[in-house]
């Protein structure tokens, strides 16, 4: 089932990447922001989550074929913090309830929106089973940047619970 997962989260990224614009676009467009012509409904707005104009906004470097975050003290004052996230669900396993998916700025569903890269993504280990829905969930838990993950992940929420 590990394996299964590995394969669907390396699948999805891989995916984001490919889909990545190249040319700058105007700050609130392109991948991993929702756009506004979208039947389906945006992230409500919320004061006590991490945004994701912030997560968005990171820089990278390559090195030795990878592409990697280059953090600023913006992010770095996230890190090993208990920290809130919204977003939509990205199940990485079968099943009615979820301990390990990604969280999304934009919805799968919604034929608009470009998914985004690396940055638009979080992973999620949860403390106890989340019910997958459609809808934005918000989680809050143990918040890392990860500076070389295997599966080319800049954020991790651990030991998370969810949130009304």
Not at 1 to 16: E, I
Not at 29 to 43: I, M, R, Y
Not at 112 to 136: I, N, W
Request: glycine share 6%; proline share 10%.
């Amino acid at each position: 089932m590990k394996r299964v997962a590995a394969g669907l989260l390396a699948a999805v990224l891989a995916a984001a990447a490919a889909a990545q614009v190249t040319a700058p676009v105007p700050m609130g467009s392109g991948p991993g922001v929702h756009d506004p012509n979208s039947a389906f409904a945006p992230l409500p707005a919320r004061t006590d989550v991490v945004p994701w104009s912030l997560l968005t906004t990171i820089k990278t470097k390559v090195e030795k074929n990878r592409t990697l975050p280059v953090f600023e003290r913006q992010h770095l004052a996230l890190t090993q913090k208990a920290q809130r996230v919204q977003g939509f669900m990205m199940p990485l396993e079968p099943g009615e309830k979820q301990t390990h998916f990604l969280l999304s700025s934009v919805p799968l569903s919604c034929p608009f929106c470009v998914p985004g890269g690396p940055e638009s993504m979080v992973e999620v280990k949860t403390r106890t089973p989340v019910r997958y829905t459609l809808d934005p969930v918000v989680v809050e838990g143990r918040f890392a940047l990860l500076e070389d993950d295997q599966y080319g992940l800049y954020y991790r929420v651990t030991d998370a619970v969810g949130v009304k």
